[in-house]
């Protein structure tokens, strides 16, 4: 088995690809701590690595974050190994009957032209920005749109939540395309 690694805009992470499927279409699955991983056996061999603070399962990757005061020429070998060994030895990465968490996500029921235009700017994040937040080892997902404001909520994980640049991909590049797209979006924030 060999497993590539990506670098991300995120120095303290890394993407892992381990030539095949992680979570396929159960996931995404974010794990920001230990006790999160109760459900993945992969993700709780991860959290015993030293360094290790999260751990994202997508599709077809793996995004480790390490601590800010570890290195990785300590840590990403001992990742690697523990995802190998993962692998080798047969067993689910997600335990049978999980589902991803929404992650936050509003379950407003939205009506009328606020319904239009939610639909219009949730097919724009699994169209044009999910794809690509997915490549530097992330996730974005809706949480929110405010009718009265024009804000759009939006939820960050994996390599995207913490990373230096998150802040510059939602204001410059995400919140100029809905802008363009969909005029009553006056702004992208962050979901708490």
């Known amino acids: 088995m060999f497993i590539q690694t990506e670098a991300t805009p ?16 159960r996931g995404p699955f974010d794990f920001p701590d230990a006790a999160s991983a109760r459900t993945s056996l992969l993700a709780r061999a991860l959290f015993q690595v030293e360094g290790v603070e999260r751990v994202f399962l997508g599709s077809d990757f793996v995004s480790i974050n390490k601590a800010q005061d570890k290195d990785w020429r300590h840590v990403k070998p001992m990742v690697l190994a523990a995802i190998m060994d993962h692998y080798m030895s047969g067993l689910p990465v997600i335990e049978e009957g999980t589902s991803s968490a929404s992650s936050g996500a509003d379950e407003t029921e939205y009506e009328g032209e606020t319904a239009e235009i939610v639909n219009e700017i949730k097919e724009l994040i699994e169209t044009r920005v999910r794809p ?43 919140e100029n395309m809905l802008r363009t797209y969909v005029p009553e979006v006056t702004a992208v924030e962050a979901a708490l």
């Open 10 to 25: 995120n120095p303290d992470t890394i993407k892992f690809l381990p030539g095949q499927p992680v979570v396929g279409d």
């Open 132 to 174: 690509a937040v997915a490549q530097d080892g992330g996730d974005i997902t809706f949480h929110r749109f405010d009718a009265d404001t024009g804000i759009v909520h939006l939820s960050m994980r994996g390599a995207c939540a913490g990373c230096p640049s998150s802040t510059m991909t939602l204001k410059q590049g995400i």
